[in-house]
Antibody, heavy 123, light 109 residues
Framework: QVELQQSGPGLVKPSQTLSLTCAISGDSVSNDNAAWSWIRQSPSRGLVWLGRTYYRSEWYTDYAVSVKSRITINPDTSKNQFSLQLNSVTPEDTAVYYC?????????????WGQGTLVTVSS | SSELTQDPAVSVALGQTVRITCQGDSLRTYHASWYQQKPGLAPVLVIYGKTNRPSGIPDRFSGSSSGNTASLTITGAQAEDEADYYCSSRDSITNHLYVFGNGTKVTVL
């Protein structure tokens, strides 16, 4: 059974960096079939995919155009986890953030999700 | 950008059947997946690859598609099926690799 456990602060000041971590159990971040994503959800924008990292003999990342200039997703093989950093946040970045696994096979679905972290951007 | 459009809300009598639809150009090329979300909880995958159910999902949930429309059907809806349902697929147009629908609130009467 795969479990994703998120951690990170729930309050970030405007212009600062949002940082979250997703610890994986029951699978490996280096699984060369899976991909590991960050998704956020807000009442105004619904569910929005932010980016992903995955390993296929080397590490790759893909980012949504809407956040590409501000986002970094990194794997950490020593801790079997991956992280999200979102720079220069504004109140519009206030949302529940989820990490999730795409099991692969080219079907583009998320079979496991983290518990979610409400991040509020406010001074 | 590519979009997936869902009806905002639908209601169903206990034990009856309800169909939720999702429309979008990407569905002509890519399979839809469906997620159930209850208040305060993360989404749960209920259908993937258009028609497949993950282990543990009741067989009253089924998926289908035709053209640019994917559907999730709940046959014999139960009280515990009351939730928000979201469709998703690969996005064939933008660099948002994954796109989600706006969600359908299912109320079981």
């Amino acid at each position: 059974q795969v479990e994703l456990q998120q951690s990170g602060p729930g309050l970030v000041k405007p212009s600062q960096t949002l940082s979250l971590t997703c610890a994986i159990s029951g699978d490996s971040v280096s699984n060369d079939n899976a991909a590991w994503s960050w998704i956020r959800q807000s009442p105004s924008r619904g569910l929005v995919w932010l980016g992903r990292t995955y390993y296929r003999s080397e590490w790759y990342t893909d980012y949504a155009v809407s956040v590409k200039s501000r986002i970094t997703i990194n794997p950490d093989t020593s801790k079997n986890q991956f992280s999200l950093q979102l720079n220069s946040v504004t109140p519009e970045d206030t949302a529940v953030y989820y990490c999730a696994r795409d099991a692969g096979a080219g079907l583009y679905y998320f079979d496991y999700w983290g518990q979610g972290t409400l991040v509020t951007v406010s001074s | 950008s590519s979009e997936l459009t869902q009806d905002p809300a639908v209601s169903v009598a206990l034990g009856q059947t309800v169909r939720i639809t999702c429309q979008g150009d990407s569905l002509r090329t890519y399979h839809a997946s469906w997620y159930q979300q209850k208040p305060g909880l993360a989404p749960v995958l209920v259908i993937y690859g258009k028609t497949n159910r993950p282990s543990g999902i009741p067989d009253r949930f089924s998926g289908s598609s035709s053209g640019n429309t994917a559907s999730l059907t709940i046959t014999g809806a139960q009280a515990e099926d009351e939730a928000d349902y979201y469709c998703s697929s690969r996005d064939s147009i933008t660099n948002h690799l994954y796109v989600f629908g706006n969600g359908t609130k299912v109320t079981v009467l």
